[in-house]
């Protein structure tokens, strides 16, 4: 058995070799789509991550997508202010971390439906974010701010890598220890699986919830923060543009396992660097229609979903508030 196992886990770098090469053959630049994969994965690996730690404790959060918008702009406004690409980063993390709050309040405290609530945060976000451009910056829907204020990457004889995809890739391995390893872990596993023994252990299901919410808030909103300000360069209003419904999709796929989230985000990340990469490399370009190839992703994502949907595994008391008997 573990004979078999080791021969799969070997299959997928050979395969992901063996495709490269032969992208290499009709003339991709490797390095530029290990690039573009690595950047493409990073917002989705921390909020895939994140709401793992969340849905392990027994709450769901489907507001991603609006947290990576409200993050988006509050990121690049702080950079602006303290002229500091770091502080604007910070400020992702900080008000995703506060929607996570407010969102663990009225999940846990509230008894609210937990999918409503999410709901609630995407409209907000669809209506506030053009709203904060508008207003902050005068123009309508889009903004570049001074390259002073983006976060550069390391740059390596090889390829160029962002801090925080080499901060995500790590949290992958911190989280997936201790989630499995740590009293904390057996916490959150706890709450989500038997709330009724954490109880009555003397553990408050409230607080260990709550603090999966912000979890999950803190990583999505520095995964939205990173897309202006270490990405993409800018912000417009659609910036997310459905990243966050692929993040869960992410999550599914990965069984809640963050390690997992890791690889599986970093197969859309390759899925839309694919995109971007083909869409820009000359004689390719004109022969595959631009808009078709950038469906690329969202073809990936519902591929996916539908193989793993069915095989994913969730806690027993996920989605459902706690009531003491």
């Keep these: 058995m573990r004979a078999i196992t080791a021969i799969r886990m070997l299959s997928i770098p050979a395969s992901f070799a063996i495709l490269l090469l032969a992208l290499s053959r009709v003339g991709f630049k490797i390095d530029s ?6 950047l ?14 969340n849905e392990k404790g027994g709450l769901v959060n489907i507001g991603l997508e609006g947290i990576f918008l409200i993050s988006a702009a509050v990121g690049v406004y702080a950079a602006e202010v303290f002229n500091n690409g770091w502080a604007g980063l910070a400020a992702g993390l900080a008000i995703g971390a506060f929607i996570g709050l407010i969102f663990g309040v009225l999940s846990v405290y509230g008894k609210a439906d937990q999918i409503i609530v999410g709901i609630g945060i995407n409209i907000f976000a669809i209506g506030f974010v053009p709203y904060f451009i508008l207003a902050e910056w005068g123009v309508p829907g889009i903004h570049i701010p001074p390259k002073e204020v983006l976060v550069q990457p390391i740059r390596t004889p090889v390829i160029s890598i962002s801090h925080v995809t080499i901060l995500a890739i790590a949290l992958a391995f911190a989280l997936n220890y201790m989630i499995k390893r740590t009293p904390l872990g057996l916490r959150i596993r706890a709450a989500g699986e038997a709330p009724e023994a954490l ?19 803190a990583l999505t909103g520095l995964g939205g923060a990173f897309m202006p300000l270490a990405w993409f360069g800018g912000i417009v209003k659609e910036i997310s543009a ?13 069984g809640l396992d963050p390690l997992k989230a890791l690889g599986f985000a970093f197969l859309f990340g390759f899925a839309e660097g694919l995109a971007y990469v083909v ?6 370009k004109e022969a595959v229609p631009y808009h078709l190839v950038l469906m690329i992703p969202y073809i990936i994502t519902l591929i996916v979903v539908a193989i793993f949907i069915g095989r994913a595994s969730f806690p027993k008391s996920i989605g459902k508030p706690y009531r003491r008997e």
């Design 40 to 53: 493409a994965m990073t917002p989705l690996a921390l909020a895939a991550m994140g709401e793992a730690i």
């Design 242 to 254: 459905g990243r966050g419904f692929i993040a869960l999709a992410v999550l599914v796929a990965a």
């Design 279 to 284: 869409a820009f490399t000359p004689g390719i």
């Design 199 to 217: 109880d009555a252990a003397g553990v408050s299901i409230a607080r260990v919830r709550i603090l999966g919410a912000v979890v999950s808030g």
């Design 33 to 38: 789509l290990i690039e573009a994969s690595l």
